[in-house]
């Protein structure tokens, strides 16, 4: 007989097109029902929760009294909670962030009993090629989805091993028909039959044993407590069936034992059974853009400064950083950061963004200003230290400020070397804004904020420090105005419409028209573009720009402004007539001594329903793009091949060559590379003629959640069509990027890495409003923890491990062949182990005169505890 495991559940999205508050008020209801079916029903034996364990986080805010109860079932095994803390979008969220979703999930599943062993993520927009490593390295070995497959990708069954390039592997249960198929089961025989003929049909041609899942259960469902009722029913009407209630774990144990499973690679974004909404990418960019911003900031700033700091002495506040990630990891569910939400709920997650970055930028400083404020050292002056948080010395340019009295100044490092720099501006500030103690006692004097640029060699994983002294000298600004850029790297000239072309010296090629801008109509929804029928799209190639260029002896500035004038709306627009307006600022920093272009894109957008996309021209004729994903590097086609028969096989959405990218996107041939690095978009698409330039999607501007009948998507609406006009995203946006080129020998994610993890600074004086007590530590002024010698090798971040009093680093390999992670401890260190993703212990690596060589295969990720 066939098996039919009915497995209880409800799919909890915490927001969507209602609010956190509205489900939670649901959720407290639909906990006790299902409690007391469970606590009073033996016959009931399971019920999943959704594999994430906010849902408990939600529910014991209201109810913590019934921690007991819950505990009591989970460690019975019939109340199934985690592995996840929230299901996790896969796409365009980063690595770090999916590995500490299912770290903190499982940690909080710790407190109850065990968690459920699968990477459960029913309903995420696709499927990202490195999960099953993630997966792996949480000794996790079995994965259900819905969305992204097709036959194209190998095989039509919905059982199959899926693997990663380093050989991760884990065994995939797919729902072809979703997780609600066995949604509110009717009791009417005709009815019941009628819905589930078409679902065995689909089940049985895809399933490779007799082992099928009919998911009890929806979007807020509450239990269906008429369930043994509705599997009579089935057992009538099916006798050569065999229904019962069961758990995902038993229908696994079966599909263990079946031979000659075959076996699948790489991401699943097709659209052809349900919709993966590959231009999703770009909606709400103000929150894609937080959502990037910050967790760079987490992983490339805020942890490896807390472990220095914790490694000279100071406190590793796990609480406060946990904290934090639980406050974006809330954001991260599919339809949070996809943002295919109410206008309501998309103002919730701006709020948790906020207060995140805002925590963020707190620990920071307090860190920079614990390991300053401790040096040991006899000098009163003030003092700025700049603090390099990769694991290799840097020669960098740095812009910071200098806030003091002093009319004249020069900066002293720890050898009393002066070292040189450039006064980019000043002003007076107000003393109470520094400490109002001083203004409460009567010194009124004005002090001065000084911008200033400097440039010297900071060491690896560490800081160095430079005291600000007093000198006769009369400061002067040496910044000089220009019409002829020339770096080391570049000649550049830009045009009357604020397009820039570009000399590279070190490749000899011109690049003409950089940041282009293309902007067409978008008659589409939160979930999807769609562009109008045969409109002529608008470029800036007419628009009159105001520039302003300025040079110093360490970068060049280039400060744009025009305004593109565009149709106010989708009507406006199908009659052609300009009355609208996109504001655009643009400032682009370029360094003197590395072949980089530094760019902050401010627009102001007074126009409807259009999409605004910016163009880097490359001279190179591709047919694949390179970008990274989690912990490694993709490829893609520039051209879907199934676009040429989606229309023919009647596919739910059409596949388009929108993809996501989390750092950089870059096309490369035989002679050098060209790329964007982001530190605010994540969605780009390879246009032209010779599908040679990168198109980055700057915003996307829609009033829709969903709409129905699209150009691209046929048929019903995504979601539901509910007017949210702060889709439209008027106002001002500002988006940071960068465009790096480089020779092919050159690793494009470490060139990533550094652009996203800048030196940052602290200035310290004898004035701050909030006081602090001396430490009692004593930290040096120059110092290095470790360093790093490969140049393939990418640092992903380095803290302290959970558990245990020792530190995890970890780093990933992104190039086409294994590589060799060299580290040099600066210290005596003890045993250093390998160790999975949970941070367990794998095996001892040897460790000889505090070096430590490991083994890295392409596209693999490893962390060393030590």
Known sequence: MKKVHIVPHMHWDREWYFTTEESRILLVNNMEEIMEMLETNPDYPYYVLDGQTAILEDYFAVKPENKERVKKLVQEGRLIIGPWYTQTDEMIVGGESIVRNL????????????????????????????IPMILNGFDIKYSIFWRGTSERHGTNKTEFYWETDDGSKVLVQLFPLGYAIGKYLP??????????????????????????????????????????????KLQNLYPERDFFLSKYENVFENLEEQKDLVTLKGEFLDGKYMRVHRSIYSTRMDIKAANTRIENKITNILEPLASIAYRLGFEYHHGLIELIWKEIMKNHAHDSIGCCCSDKVHREIQSRFYLAEEKVDQLINFYKRKIVDSMDTTNENDRITLFN???????????????????????????????????????????????????????????????????????????????????????????????EIETDYYRITVNSNGTLNIFDKQIKQIFTNVL??????????????????????????????????????????????????????????????????????????????????????????????????????????????LSDNQFGSIKRDVVDSAIHFWEEENWDERPDSIYPMLSYV???????????????????????????????????????????????????PSGIKLPTPDSQMIGKLLLEFAIATYSKEENVARIAKEYLTPVVAYNKIPFDAMKLNESGVKTPLVFSFFKEYSQKIVLSTLKKAEKVDKFVIRFYNSSEKAEYAFLQFNDEIDKVYTVNLNEKVKVEVIVNDQQVGINVRTNKVKSILF
């Open 389 to 483: 948080l990769l694991p290799y010395e840097r020669t960098e340019v740095v812009t910071t400020s200098v806030m003091t009295k002093l009319k004249s100044f020069k900066l002293v490092d720890h050898e009393s070397n002066e070292i040189d720099y450039e006064i980019i501006e000043s002003k007076v500030t107000d003393p109470g804004l520094i400490d109002r103690q001083i203004v409460h006692y009567g010194n009124y004097d004005p002090f001065i904020e000084y911008t200033i640029q400097l440039k010297d060699n900071i060491p690896s994983m560490g800081y160095k420090t430079f005291f600000v002294v007093e000198d006769d000298d009369v400061l002067k600004k040496i910044t000089y105005s220009t019409n």
């Open 103 to 130: 770290l903190y999930g499982m940690k909080d599943c710790e407190e109850f009993g065990v968690p459920m062993k699968i990477g459960y993520l029913p309903d995420s927009f696709g499927q990202s090629a490195q």
């Open 187 to 232: 009791e009417d025989e005709e009815v019941l039959q009628s819905r589930i003929d078409k679902y065995f049909t689909v089940l049985d041609r895809g399933a490779t044993s007799d082992h099928i899942i009919l998911p009890n259960g929806h979007d807020q469902m509450p239990i269906q407590k008429n369930i043994f009722t509705i599997i009579e």
């Open 516 to 625: 282009r801008l293309e902007n067409g109509g978008d008659d589409g929804d939160e979930y999807d573009y769609s562009p109008l029928l045969n409109e002529e799209l608008i470029y800036s190639d007419y628009v009159v720009a105001e520039t302003k260029i300025q040079q110093n002896r360490f970068r060049v500035t280039i400060d744009i402004k025009y305004t593109l004038a565009v149709p106010s709306n989708l009507v406006k627009r199908k009659k052609q007539i300009l009355d609208g307006a996109v504001d655009v600022h643009i400032v682009v920093n370029v360094p003197n001594h590395k072949p980089r272009l530094d760019i902050k894109f401010e627009v102001n957008n007074q126009a409807k329903d259009h999409r605004l996309r910016v163009l880097i021209p490359t001279n190179i004729a591709s047919a694949f793009s």
């Open 666 to 716: 870059g096309l490369i041939n035989d002679d050098f590379g060209v790329s964007v690095l982001t530190n605010s978009t994540r969605e780009y698409e390879i246009v032209g003629e010779k599908f040679d330039t990168i198109a980055i999607t700057l915003f996307r501007s829609v009033g829709f959640l969903g709409k129905e009948e699209m150009v691209r998507r046929p048929g019903r």
